[in-house]
Each structure stands twice: as C-alpha cells, then as structure tokens.
T-cell receptor, first 112, second 113 residues
Framework: DAKTTQPPSMDCAEGRAANLPCNHSTISGNEYVYWYRQIHSQGPQYIIHGLKNNETNEMASLIITEDRKSSTLILPHATLRDTAVYYCIVRPKTDSWGKLQFGAGTQVVVTP | DAGVIQSPRHEVTEMGQEVTLRCKPISGHNSLFWYRQTMMRGLELLIYFNNNVPIDDSGMPEDRFSAKMPNASFSTLKIQPSEPRDSAVYFC???????????FGPGTRLLVL
C-alpha cells in the first residue's frame, strides 16, 4: 500500500477554511484516498474519499491533483468541534475493501 | 441505529488476568475490524472478519490475543494472560463487505496494572 505524508499539526481560526495537505507520491491506479478524523476520546469518523475527481459532501471537500500524488482536504468553515486528528489513508479497491492503515495524521486545532 | 457498541467502556485489571472485550456491529454489516491504539504505535489493525470468518489476523501481537465472531451480531477479543503493555484503547469497527466506509465504536480503554 502507498504511504502518506501529512504535517504533524496545524492551527486554524474558527470560521475560516482549513486546508489539510497529504502527499501520496507512490499511489497506484486502483488506490483511493480516504480521510478520517478522530476527535479526542472518540473512535475515528469517516469524512470523505475519492479516486481522481474532486469530491464534496456535507462535511468537507477533497481536491486530488491531476497526477494523484497529493490531495487536500478542505473544511470550508472550521468550527471548534472540528478540532481533531485528521488521517489521510490510501487504500486499494478490492472486492471486500478490507483494512485501513492509519498513519500519525495531522492534529488540527481550531481556535476562537 | 445505535452504531457500533462496545463493552466494557473501561476495564482495569491486574497483570495475568483474562480480559474479554465485546463488540456488536451495526445491524446488516458483514465486516468487522478490531483495532488497538496507543501513544507509541498509533492505530493498528489487529484482525478483521468477513461474514464471521477471520480474513487477516496478521496484526494480532501474539498468542495471548484471540478473537472470535460466533455470529453476525457479536465479536470478542480476548487477552489471556494480560500484561501491562496491553494497556491501550481497543476499537471495533464494522462495514458492509464491499462497502467503502468503516464505522467505529467508542472504544474500550484497557489498563493492565
């Protein structure tokens, strides 16, 4: 599986957009980019995923570069409740999908 | 739906004792995953099941750990005997096989003294 590289931490002001980068330079054609987050003392929570097109849902937007070697998760209007560790995961598509491999993630702190 | 249910939420035990963690997946989900989280090693997959059958147990640290899924609505993770280094938060997650999203439970915080 391709590995990902994320900054260890970043701060964001409440109400502003948070842009979380992720490098996955060794990603292969059948691997998707997934984002999960983990709020303190809770289990990880799915945010969004994509293959090569940009994706948007009620939580966030995912921008994947044309060469697919990096991506950015965008939280459009960060709130204090968005303070969490954000994990970027590359995952191959198989019949049963299978396991997620979590890295260290990015600790995002949203400040008032 | 109540989501993934784990019990107990907290467990404190002494070294050498048997520990059993329990998980009830979301109804209708046929894949179940056990993860362990520590400060040193982060989130690690221990084992996962598809249709109650263990598929990959390569993450199980040693023979002291065992996991079962006797039916689609229940799984256990057992540690016997427990050791202080087993102290961690243990998460259970479930998904539809072929589904893209895993749903995590609240975790069991285990402290082995």
């Amino acid at each position: 599986d391709a590995k990902t590289t994320q900054p260890p931490s970043m701060d964001c002001a409440e109400g502003r957009a948070a842009n979380l980068p992720c490098n996955h330079s060794t990603i292969s054609g059948n691997e998707y980019v997934y984002w999960y987050r983990q709020i303190h003392s809770q289990g990880p929570q799915y945010i969004i995923h994509g293959l090569k097109n940009n994706e948007t849902n009620e939580m966030a937007s995912l921008i994947i570069t044309e060469d697919r070697k990096s991506s950015t998760l965008i939280l459009p209007h960060a709130t204090l409740r968005d303070t969490a560790v954000y994990y970027c995961i590359v995952r191959p598509k198989t019949d049963s999908w299978g396991k997620l491999q979590f890295g260290a993630g990015t600790q995002v702190v949203v400040t008032p | 739906d109540a989501g993934v249910i784990q019990s107990p939420r907290h467990e404190v035990t002494e070294m050498g004792q048997e520990v059993t963690l329990r998980c009830k997946p979301i109804s209708g989900h046929n894949s179940l995953f056990w993860y362990r989280q520590t400060m040193m090693r982060g989130l690690e997959l221990l084992i996962y099941f598809n249709n109650n059958v263990p598929i990959d147990d390569s993450g199980m640290p040693e023979d002291r750990f065992s996991a079962k899924m006797p039916n689609a609505s229940f799984s256990t993770l057992k540690i016997q005997p427990s050791e202080p280094r087993d102290s961690a938060v243990y998460f259970c997650a479930s998904s539809l096989m072929g589904g893209e999203t895993q749903y995590f439970g609240p975790g069991t915080r285990l402290l082995v003294l």
